[in-house]
């Protein structure tokens, strides 16, 4: 169900909560649009609200948003155009910043500062939106049934050993998307689709909603192994520091690990572009990363920042550093290739 942090938005200014206070103590019922920020995210309230709070308390700019998922919140500023009073987009997955940029709702930003702090594989190549956090999607197997010896590339999972002992989130997943995407991107149309077939034909169990589901049935014996978000993992294991999971790091010898990004914009009609611009540059900076990546067991997008204890556990891994745009704009041809191979 879609959750208001603050009710209708309408002309004359924004009414809701207020992350953080105002510098001089007690709440305003207006501000000067450079005290404000207003953003769409379909990141989840608990994830972003420490962050908005602790960018209020060194700047004084209030943060204002609005969580829903990313396609609603997409439609809802294509129909608002000019009359938005976002000034940023954030959301999970490069999949849907890329859509966001499609239908032309985010705006290139010149920051050298975010130019030094992002990658240049985690961030649009034309500046409209930027990587905040990573979660690398890979193998989740079971210490008691598999030898990790025995695991190695995505394309891997497709051998005959393999069979009945595979399980899978839906095809539905924009992660799953994006990571057939990249596997376009990297072996070309036809072998992917030949690896996505071997998946179907090895699957113990029809495709799971979601990435939890999926580990428990390792868990508990109904297949050996499945492709996850590493922060799913990090939750599980957090309630159950016994679970008998570990992760396998895939593609070492190739291409490397999928990974994915949570991240944001500048939205194209944004009323305070420079403090939109501001809070882009304040997420990418070192203490903010360091918090944005502990929040939710990710890796921080920034290089050089420690990682939360549990995620520093897992070991080093090497990514693949192909830019997270070929993940949107691959994701049509991946969503029909799914389709063809019978990945439902």
Same mark, same amino acid.
């Not at 207020?18 to 305003?28: A, L, P, W």
């Given at each position: 169900?879609?959750?208001?942090?603050?009710?209708?938005?309408?002309?004359?200014?924004?009414?809701?909560?207020?992350?953080? #206070?105002?510098?001089?103590?007690?709440?305003?019922?207006?501000?000067?649009?450079?005290?404000?920020?207003?953003?769409?995210?379909?990141?989840?309230? +608990?994830?972003?609200?420490?962050?908005?709070?602790?960018?209020?308390?060194?700047?004084?700019?209030?943060?204002?948003?609005?969580?829903?998922?990313?396609?609603?919140?997409?439609?809802?500023?294509?129909?608002?155009?000019?009359?938005?009073?976002?000034? $940023?987009?954030?959301?999970?997955?490069?999949? =849907?910043?890329?859509?966001? /940029?499609?239908?032309?709702?985010?705006?290139?930003?010149?920051?050298?500062?975010?130019?030094?702090?992002?990658?240049?594989?985690?961030?649009?190549?034309? #500046?409209?939106?930027?990587?905040?956090?990573?979660?690398?999607? /890979?193998?989740?197997?079971? /210490?008691?049934?598999?030898?990790?010896?025995?695991?190695?590339?995505?394309?891997?999972?497709?051998?005959?050993?393999?069979?009945?002992?595979?399980?899978?989130?839906?095809?539905?997943? $924009?992660?799953?998307?994006?990571?057939?995407?990249?596997?376009?991107?990297? +072996?070309?149309?036809?072998?992917?689709?030949?690896?996505?077939?071997?998946?179907?034909?090895?699957?113990?169990?029809?495709?799971?909603? =979601?990435?939890?589901?999926?580990?428990?049935?390792?868990?508990?014996?109904?297949?050996?192994?499945?492709?996850? =978000?590493?922060?799913?993992?990090?939750?599980?294991?957090?309630?159950?520091?016994?679970?008998?999971?570990?992760?396998?790091?895939?593609?070492?010898?190739?291409?490397?690990? +999928?990974?994915?990004?949570? #991240?944001?914009?500048?939205?194209?009609?944004?009323?305070?572009?420079?403090?939109?611009?501001?809070?882009?540059?304040?997420?990418?900076?070192?203490?903010?990363?360091?918090?944005? #990546?502990?929040? =939710? +067991?990710?890796?921080?997008?920034?290089?050089?920042?420690?990682?939360?204890?549990?995620?520093?556990?897992?070991?080093?891994?090497?990514?693949?550093?192909?830019?997270?745009?070929?993940?949107?704009?691959?994701?049509?041809?991946?969503?029909?290739?799914?389709?063809?191979?019978?990945?439902?």
């Amino acid at each position: 169900m879609r959750r208001i942090v603050f009710p209708l938005l309408v002309a004359v200014g924004v009414a809701g909560i207020i992350v953080g #206070g105002t510098r001089g103590g007690g709440e305003q019922e207006a501000t000067a649009a450079g005290d404000e920020v207003v953003v769409y995210s379909s990141r989840q309230e +608990h994830l972003i609200r420490p962050l908005f709070e602790r960018f209020t308390e060194e700047t004084g700019i209030r943060v204002r948003y609005v969580t829903d998922n990313a396609g609603p919140l997409m439609a809802r500023l294509q129909s608002e155009g000019r009359n938005t009073q976002a000034d $940023v987009f954030m959301t999970v997955d490069a999949g =849907n910043l890329w859509q966001a /940029t499609e239908r032309d709702l985010l705006a290139p930003v010149d920051s050298e500062a975010l130019e030094q702090a992002i990658p240049a594989h985690l961030r649009d190549p034309e #500046g409209r939106w930027f990587g905040l956090s990573v979660r690398a999607r /890979t193998m989740v197997y079971s /210490t008691e049934r598999v030898d990790p010896e025995e695991l190695g590339s995505y394309a891997d999972l497709a051998d005959d050993q393999w069979q009945g002992r595979l399980c899978m989130r839906s095809s539905q997943s $924009v992660y799953n998307q994006s990571l057939v995407a990249m596997l376009i991107a990297t +072996h070309g149309q036809e072998r992917a689709e030949e690896i996505v077939e071997g998946w179907v034909a090895n699957l113990a169990a029809s495709p799971f909603s =979601n990435d939890t589901s999926t580990m428990e049935a390792v868990a508990a014996g109904q297949c050996d192994v499945a492709l996850v =978000n590493t922060y799913y993992f990090g939750r599980l294991q957090s309630q159950d520091p016994d679970v008998p999971l570990a992760i396998h790091w895939a593609d070492q010898d190739g291409a490397g690990v +999928h990974v994915n990004i949570s #991240g944001a914009g500048v939205t194209r009609h944004a009323r305070r572009p420079e403090a939109a611009q501001l809070l882009l540059e304040w997420l990418a900076g070192a203490e903010a990363q360091a918090l944005y #990546g502990a929040l =939710n +067991h990710e890796y921080p997008a920034r290089e050089g920042i420690e990682r939360e204890p549990l995620v520093a556990s897992w070991g080093d891994f090497r990514m693949d550093d192909t830019n997270l745009a070929e993940a949107g704009r691959l994701q049509t041809q991946a969503v029909m290739l799914m389709d063809r191979a019978g990945y439902r």
